[in-house]
């Protein structure tokens, strides 16, 4: 469903700027290769692809994808899971919320934050940088509560025992530098 509305959105949008190409609201597309890493150095590299519509005044609406591969996955842990999400932005900088996706079906609930800008110019569009954060909620947090701190395992973490779920906790927020293309 929801990738059906992004297709729906863009070919709207789409169409609208073809319609109106002197009305100044074109659609733009961004792809980028990231790299991200929460606090335990644990890596993931990130293709994101999204399109946004570009309002007056720098206002941009848009809808992305993420392909994310998990470098150090854990036995529980999807080699790659995918993100829809949704955005908002103004000039270079912009917010995100959507959800993330792997074989296991959904995952968490996902909030993104950053900056994406163009420095160079590279044939039709112009290539940038990209920084910012990610979080992943509901997948921590539910493991957190879940697991029971009576068993005796390394990998079990417990509310109960507040110092391993705080440090569990510290693996939902990840940093993400990337390079951009704009087009």
Do not use: R
Request: some cysteine.
């Amino acid at each position: 469903m929801f990738v059906f509305l992004c297709t729906v959105f863009l070919a709207y949008a789409e169409n609208e700027n073809e319609e109106k190409s002197n009305s100044g609201a074109p659609i733009n597309y961004q792809i980028s290769l990231q790299a991200s890493s929460s606090f335990f150095i644990k890596p993931f590299i990130e293709l994101d692809f999204n399109g946004y519509y570009l309002f007056d005044s720098n206002y941009t609406l848009g809808l992305g994808i993420i392909i994310s591969g998990n470098a150090m996955h854990g036995i529980d842990e999807p080699y790659v899971s995918g993100i829809f999400y949704t955005f908002f932005g103004y000039e270079n900088f912009s917010l995100g919320i959507g959800s993330s996706f792997s074989k296991y079906g959904f995952e968490s609930l996902y909030l993104k934050t950053g900056w994406s800008v163009p420095i160079w110019q590279a044939g039709k569009g112009k290539l940038g940088l990209c920084i910012g954060g990610e979080f992943y909620g509901m997948k921590c947090f539910t493991k957190c509560l879940i697991y029971d701190a009576s068993e005796d395992s390394s990998e079990e973490y417990s509310l109960n025992n507040p110092f391993p779920a705080a440090v569990y906790l510290l693996n939902c927020f990840k940093l993400y530098f990337g390079i951009t293309y704009f087009f």
